[in-house]
């Protein structure tokens, strides 16, 4: 494969870009003669099935990603003797090579990379996807901007027990978050945190926290205040906020986006301050300085040239997705399936008829057919997620108290079929009298939001046919409450196809999964569901 003219896939290695501890990295160019970059797994890696099968979630949900200042996934091989991810080729030094070479970033040009990452980041996050690896060398300065890259796949080593199978541990610890050291659970502010350290290694040429051994290093990261002197005032108190060691405390990355391009300050202020509030957090951008021109000749230039397409990009990009994609609210929880110990029910047989549960290959599985045509499966969220307004009875069933506006996302896979079936989400099941709503989509590809009581009810939005379905698709649902009226969106596949209000709106609830036939027929629907996620808005602590 190191040969001139060798080849995987139908692209023609031509030189090694770099190595790691999960792979190789080669320069690549596809039949039409376009460059790309090709990582090729490491044979030790691929011999663990449990790898396997999380690269191959990992690699599906990086391609999720809008190419917002990354280098998107253009193809990845998933099965198979040798695995490997195809990404776009950025031409350009990474950022720990540019700052070694010429010295630290200083005005638009840290501007710029720190606006860069941070969009970055929201795409990533936006996907479901947590980058866990964020360090100079994964960020490439490009002529048009700096670019991020490897996200996501890293987290297929979790499968081995945190190490990679010659022991390294996976993560740059100069550059992980605490609760990542900790062991504790991954989540996007790791990310934010990684920002910090890395806007700060830019301005200054080292990371915020000292130490030579790894135990030191782990040691500052775990106890110690970081080391922001040389991080310009315009920044340093972001950076600071990024770097909290409790994660909850942290803006998210697109609170960082916003704080950075100015969108939560007054119009006068918006050149020069920037004030922004999270949790108990406030004014954490001052003096902010436009307009400074870069010294470092034309290693820099592209950053320097990039500095306001980069930041009126991210405006007008994320101008343009907001209105139309999920509200942006924090992860209250998350399921993957790849543990049976996740809390949902079920044991999934796949010769039994109507089974239901977890499944051998990291999924979670609803069959319905003649004599069982309908499924359900019950989110196992706490069930007091925000603090209710009076005491339950003892007797009573703990009904969750969720926050008022919920965001429901899936992935969901239509295995076998024949006649008629429909699948998807459900939310505001506030108890047990068959009362929510529900997104679903049916075995002819359409999309449907409906609202059941007791049992009963009707389609709220006439159906919207999907192009591609049946087959795997993302569906997300949005459950805003305001008073008595619930607003209802449904997405697929990164598009809305429904939104509607329900002025005598149905209270607060459960969430979860269904599938069903029509009752009384031959019907057949066999369905997976991947990656769950719910999200709301946190609780005050």
Known sequence: MNGENSHIGRYRLLSVL?????????????????????????????????F????????????????????????????????????????????DEAVRQSGPLRGSSLDALAVGVA?????????????????????????????????????ALDTLGGITGTGELIGTPRYMAPEVLRGDPISPACDVFSWGCLVAFAASGRAPFGGETLPSIVYQVLNAEPNLDDVEPGLRELVRAALHKD?????????????????????EQAAHTVQVTWQQA????????????????????????????VVGASVAA??????????????????????????????YDADASASYGYRTDGTYGLDVEEGYEERWAKAPIPFLIATPTTTPSPSATPTPMLPSTVVIGVTAEVKKSSGTGEYGVYCHNADDDDTYYEFGLDTTGKARIRRI?????????QPVQVDGLPGKARIVASCEQAGSTVRLTMWVNDERVH???????????????????????????????????????????
């Open 18 to 50: 770099g190595r790691g501890g999960m792979g190789t990295v080669h320069l690549a160019e596809d039949p039409a003669g376009q460059r790309v970059a090709v990582k090729v797994i490491n044979p030790e890696l691929t011999q663990h099935e449990q």
């Open 52 to 95: 396997r099968m999380r690269f191959r979630r990992e690699a599906d949900a990086a391609r999720r990603v809008r190419r917002f200042c990354t280098a998107a996934v253009i193809e990845a091989a998933l099965d198979g003797d040798q695995l490997y991810v195809v990404t776009e080729y950025v031409p350009g030094p990474n950022l």
């Open 119 to 155: 969009t970055a980041l929201t795409a990533i996050h936006g996907a479901g996807v947590v980058h866990r690896d964020l360090k100079p060398s994964n960020v490439l300065l490009s002529p048009v901007g700096p670019r991020v890259i490897d996200f996501g796949i890293a987290r």
């Open 247 to 267: 994660p909850a405390q942290r803006p998210t990355a697109q609170q960082l986006l916003d704080h950075l391009v100015g969108r939560s300050a007054a119009p």
């Open 282 to 309: 406030t004014t954490l951008l001052t003096d902010v300085q436009p307009g400074r021109k870069p010294h470092r000749g034309k290693l820099y230039g592209g950053l320097a040239a990039a500095a306001a397409l």
């Open 318 to 347: 994320w101008a343009v997705l907001a209105p139309s994609g999920p509200p942006d609210l924090g992860v209250l929880y998350a399921e993957d399936f790849t543990q049976t110990s996740g809390g949902w029910n079920g044991t």
């Open 453 to 461: 009581i007791d049992g009963a009810g009707g389609t709220l939005a």
């Open 499 to 541: 939104q509607v209000d329900d002025p005598n709106g149905i209270g607060n609830g459960y969430v979860g999964l269904f599938a069903r036939t029509p009752k009384g027929g031959q019907s057949l629907l066999k369905t997976t569901f991947d990656d769950f996620e719910l999200r709301g808005e946190k609780p005050d602590s």
